[in-house]
């Protein structure tokens, strides 16, 4: 599977002082090589491995008009880069963790679908041996831990214009959230909302089974098999489809899955991502929080776990091995 750049730039925005962002344009595009394209390739992987949001254009974005202008030949690939670097430094320059960085722009195809990456990327120092075994430092660009960046698919924005779902970006973790400012720039709004949608299908999921009146072990097996499919889905860096989870799954009463989530009301996509921390309550309890963090399967409640509501008391009935050691000697002193 190979990614094929079309065009690719780069710029620099540089952190004079606290209030000061410098930024520095490059006056042609950069040259697809052999570094170039292995760049490009290891930034596609890293991104499409991560947990991402989903958004789409406002109607008043500047990013979206000046794209659209550049798709339709009005402006050049270049001329559009170094402007949104403009751009893009007068919105980071508002937040105190701003820090800059090299501004990347990278429209690429990749299994027949265009894109358009648009990325802040950090510098780090290393140490490395020469072939004289003499020690040098070095910088490298941070493309593990990038977290300022976004993705248009121009294929889906340009053939279906009321998709809420052709933009996606990452979520930074640094004050304010790095989305914030990186969605002002971009003059989006959040799209699908795929927490929403795994909420809903475990919502649905114990619906169903309630309806169906399914015993404890027939639930949990219902449960399993959900999950096996999602995280089989997710593994292979595929979206859960309704039609075929629902294929997976045992009717109740002549009555598919996907039947009674339409008449429920549940308003699931055909298609949507998978989420991990969500589909994870299939088959687990977990919870933390004043210094106390718990996590189990889910077929021991009511076995060996047992919660009372009335006094918020959770017991439980044998505990790990390596604990029960650590609770002991602690008796014991």
Request: aromatic content about 10%; glycine content about 6%.
């Amino acid at each position: 599977m190979s990614l094929d750049i079309e065009q690719i730039a780069l710029h620099q925005l540089n952190k004079r002082d606290e209030q000061t962002l410098d930024v520095v344009l490059r006056d042609t595009l950069l040259t697809p090589n052999a570094a170039v394209d292995e760049m490009m390739a290891e930034l596609h992987r890293v991104y499409s491995a991560k947990s991402k949001a989903y958004g789409l254009f406002n109607e008043d974005s500047e990013l979206a008009v000046a794209l659209r202008g550049c798709r339709k030949g009005d402006d050049d690939f270049l001329s559009f880069s170094r402007a949104a670097t403009g751009r893009l430094r007068d919105e980071l320059a508002k937040y105190p963790f701003a820090e800059g960085g090299v501004v990347l722009f990278c429209h690429y195809r990749f299994l027949a679908v265009e894109y358009l990456l648009v990325a802040v990327l950090s510098s780090r120092s290393s140490m490395r041996v020469n072939e004289q075994l003499d020690v040098s430092s070095i910088h490298y660009l941070d493309i593990n831990h990038a977290d300022i960046v976004a993705r248009i698919d121009l294929t889906e924005w340009e053939t279906n214009p009321e998709s809420t779902r052709y933009l996606t970006f990452l979520k930074g973790r640094v004050g304010r959230k790095v989305s914030d400012f990186f969605m002002d720039f971009l003059g989006a709004a959040v799209g699908l909302d795929t927490k929403a949608q795994n909420r809903g299908l475990l919502q649905a999921v114990d619906d169903f089974c309630t309806e169906a009146q399914l015993d404890k072990n027939e639930r949990q097996n219902y449960r399993q098999q959900v999950y096996t499919y999602c995280n089989e889905q997710l593994q292979a860096g595929e979206e859960i489809a309704l039609d075929d989870l629902s294929e997976e799954l045992p009717p109740w009463n002549d009555k598919k899955f996907k039947e009674f989530t339409q008449e429920q009301g549940y308003q699931l996509e055909e298609t949507f991502p998978a989420d991990r921390s969500t589909l994870r309550q299939l088959t687990k309890f977990a919870g933390s929080g004043g210094g106390i963090s718990i996590n189990f399967d889910a077929m021991l409640m009511g076995e060996r776990i047992f919660w009372d509501p009335a006094t918020d008391t959770l017991t439980i009935k044998g505990t790990p091995p390596n604990l029960r050691d650590q609770l002991q000697r602690k008796a014991g002193k």
